[in-house]
């Protein structure tokens, strides 16, 4: 198994340009999320999924769209983009939580984005 | 009060030494505990997960204090190795979805 992938792993923006940010898993897990970690920061929630059509706002959704048509893939739209999103973008993917005390995260490898 | 906070350190230990982080979480209905370790610039991957008895693997042991509501990871004979950012996690449920919360990190520095 991969586990999480990500791509792109590294992008250079200009203000106002547009990506997507890829995640794909092959674990069959039903839950997806998106995370931001800026420097020496800790890790913000930005959206997740609890399943195929199904998804929700994390801590810090305002810039950013996601969509998952399909239980492996969870891509992260950034449209105009800002120097504020300048972060490095950590994609995530679980069982349902709390089913047993042993259900947790596994990450991807993070795609680093600079917007200049 | 954050749902979990840690003391962000750096916390510097010569190898060998034997060095401990606690964690403290909000919510006391949480059921899941779990650290992870961050390396620069990588992605955080699971350490270990904390259970009620507390548990060891290999030099690491990992404690848990309900009624206080901390965690502890324990390290012994550090390595070089080691240096990391370790996360503590605790899974909270936030309107009937749980998620995992994780603390913004204790990062420690092992020197030869």
């Known amino acids: 198994n991969a586990g999480v992938t990500q791509t792109p792993k590294f992008r250079i923006l200009k203000i106002g340009q547009s990506m997507t940010l890829q995640c794909t898993q092959d674990?069959?897990?039903?839950?997806m999320y998106w995370y931001r970690q800026d420097p020496g920061m800790g890790l913000k929630l930005i959206y997740y999924?609890?399943?195929?059509?199904?998804?929700d706002k994390g801590e810090v959704p305002n810039g950013y769209n996601v969509s998952r048509s399909t239980t492996e893939d969870f891509p992260l739209r950034l449209e105009l983009a800002a120097p504020s999103q300048t972060s490095v973008y950590f994609c995530?993917?679980?069982?349902?939580?709390?089913?047993?005390?042993?259900?947790?995260?596994?990450f991807g490898p993070g795609t680093r984005l600079t917007v200049l | 009060r954050k749902e979990v906070e840690q003391d962000p350190g750096p916390f510097n230990v010569p190898e060998g030494a034997t060095v401990a982080f606690n964690c403290t979480y909000s919510?006391?209905?949480?059921?899941?505990f779990f650290w992870y370790r961050q390396d620069c610039r990588k992605e955080p991957k699971l350490l270990m997960s904390?259970?009620?008895s507390g548990n060891e693997d290999g030099r690491f042991t990992a404690q848990l204090n309900r009624a206080s509501q901390y965690i502890s990871l324990l390290i012994r004979d550090s390595k070089l190795s080691d240096s990391a950012t370790y996360l503590c996690?605790?899974?909270?449920?936030?309107?009937?979805?749980?998620?995992?919360?994780f603390g913004t990190g204790t990062r420690l520095l092992v020197s030869p």
């Open positions: 995530a993917s679980s069982s349902p939580l709390g089913v047993t005390s042993t259900d947790t995260q596994y």
């Open positions: 674990m069959n897990h039903n839950y």
């Open positions: 999924s609890v399943g195929a059509g199904i998804t």
């Open positions: 919510n006391s209905a949480s059921q899941s």
């Open positions: 904390v259970y009620s």
């Open positions: 996690v605790v899974n909270i449920r936030n309107t009937g979805f749980q998620k995992l919360v």
